[in-house]
């Protein structure tokens, strides 16, 4: 039986490991934007770096927020901006254990893995490169999706589809 503040802890560690990969990725975004000679330790090899990825359309605002309201407006920002936001947040809200607080933490984990699947369907079919920094965040959404959701069935039993040992 894991601990609920054992889950607490495992969702604040991966919230911090999903900043620390979000704040590299704004940061070699916004390099590349403003450096010509600048290179991400992520561009590893052939097929194996990040720069085309960063250097996408899809690289602020998800591709989409540009391509709905203009690439100048002010809140088409850098992919690895948005994470740092989210990851923030996901850490906040780790911290308690109220039914609803926890429910929103759950929709935010998962509209996070939906997020993921989409970029990952860009960065597989339209970017066509292995991004690695880009992959660690999908890794560490998935992880904290599972985390968040057995926090959610810990803390309301057998409602909201949960199952318990014995059932
Ligand atoms: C570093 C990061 C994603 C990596 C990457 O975006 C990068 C950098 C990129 O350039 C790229 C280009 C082409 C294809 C794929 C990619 C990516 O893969 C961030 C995850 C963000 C996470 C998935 C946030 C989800 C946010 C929620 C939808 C809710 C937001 C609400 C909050 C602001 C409170």
Redesign the pocket.
């Known amino acids: 039986m894991v601990e609920l503040s054992t889950i607490n802890m495992i969702i604040k560690i991966y919230a911090l490991a999903g900043f620390c990969?979000?704040a590299y990725?704004?940061y070699a975004?916004t390099s590349l934007e403003n450096d010509p000679d600048f290179k991400p330790l992520c561009d590893i090899r052939d097929y194996v770096n990040?720069s085309p990825?960063?250097q996408?359309p899809?690289?602020k605002g998800?591709?989409i927020v540009g391509y709905v309201f203009g690439e100048d407006v002010f809140f088409n920002v850098?992919?690895?901006l948005?994470?740092m936001?989210?990851y923030t947040?996901s850490f906040l809200l780790s911290f308690s254990n109220n039914e609803k607080i926890v429910n929103a933490q759950y929709y935010?984990a998962i509209?996070?893995n939906?997020?993921?699947v989409y970029?990952?369907i860009?960065?597989a079919f339209?970017?066509g490169e292995l991004?690695l920094?880009?992959l660690t965040?999908?890794v560490i959404?998935a992880v904290s999706l599972l985390c968040v959701s057995s926090k959610r069935c810990r803390l309301t039993r057998n409602r909201n589809g949960c199952k318990t040992k014995g059932d």
């Open positions: 990969v979000a990725a704004f975004e990040c990825a960063f996408s899809y690289a998800f591709g850098p992919n690895g948005v994470g936001i989210f947040v935010l509209a996070s939906a997020s993921t970029l990952a860009v960065l339209v970017v991004c920094v880009c965040t999908y959404n």
